[in-house]
């Protein structure tokens, strides 16, 4: 069993919707969690840092983490074409500096 | 400010030969990552030096691959005798390294790597 799971889509919206990207992991003793997203041959960007359960927001962008499920989501308002890229989720032990991510999900806003 | 700058962009090389790859990190970042992302796939972490400690180099899939970082800046990520397989991208990324707040990791774009 991977470490961390992600569905890959792709997944394809018209622009306004709300998004909704989601993780499970495995480990229990992960305690930080991200959100990168990646525009086609870029190196991944941060978009939302949280290290605790419950939601935090961050303009168009809600990440949410629910430790009891192992489940997070990053939700994405008013989606706009721009945010298609392919988003990857990242987590990590509270001690240690080795970070595990998703495999990444490729989301298409459609104008 | 620079990002992270990784070299070569792009690498065509036959199996067999050794390669190189090179990041040059955000300057006063002290903790450095090299991930390998397959096509279509996650980050697949490979290792991690942070200042002066002894690099976690757990994620190295095989005794053909090794890195080093000298000064505490530059890194190299040496492939030798490579495989089809290891055909992917390279990302290196750098951090402040400090407590929480400051492993923001930053990426560069990475070297994509082919092996023939």
């Known amino acids: 069993q991977k470490e961390v799971e992600q569905d890959p889509g792709p997944l394809s919206v018209p622009e306004g919707a709300i998004v909704s990207l989601n993780c499970t992991y495995s480990?229990?003793?992960?305690?930080?969690f991200m959100w990168y997203r990646q525009y086609s041959r870029k190196g991944p960007e941060l978009l939302m840092y949280t290290y605790s359960s419950g939601n935090k927001e961050d303009g168009r962008f809600t990440a949410q983490v629910d430790k009891s499920s192992k489940y997070i989501s990053l939700f994405i308002r008013d989606s706009q074409p721009s945010d298609s890229a392919t988003y990857l989720c990242?987590?990590?032990?509270?001690?240690?500096?080795?970070?595990?991510f998703g495999s990444g999900t490729k989301l298409n806003v459609k104008p | 400010g620079a990002g992270v700058s990784q070299s070569p962009s792009n690498k065509v090389t036959e199996k067999g030969k050794d390669v190189e790859l090179r990041c040059d990190p955000i300057s006063g970042h002290t903790a450095l990552y090299w991930y390998r992302q397959r096509l279509g796939q996650g980050l697949e972490f490979l290792i991690y030096f942070q200042g002066n400690s002894a690099p976690d180099k757990s994620g190295l899939p095989s005794d053909r691959f090794s890195a080093e970082r000298t000064g505490g800046s530059v890194s190299t990520l040496t492939i030798q005798r490579t495989q089809q397989e290891d055909s992917a991208v390279y990302l290196c990324a750098s951090s402040l390294g400090g407590g929480v707040g400051q492993e923001t990791q930053y990426f560069g774009p990475g070297t994509r790597l082919l092996v023939l």
């Open positions: 990242a987590m990590r032990e509270y001690n240690f500096n080795k970070f595990y």
């Open positions: 480990n229990s003793a992960f305690q930080y």
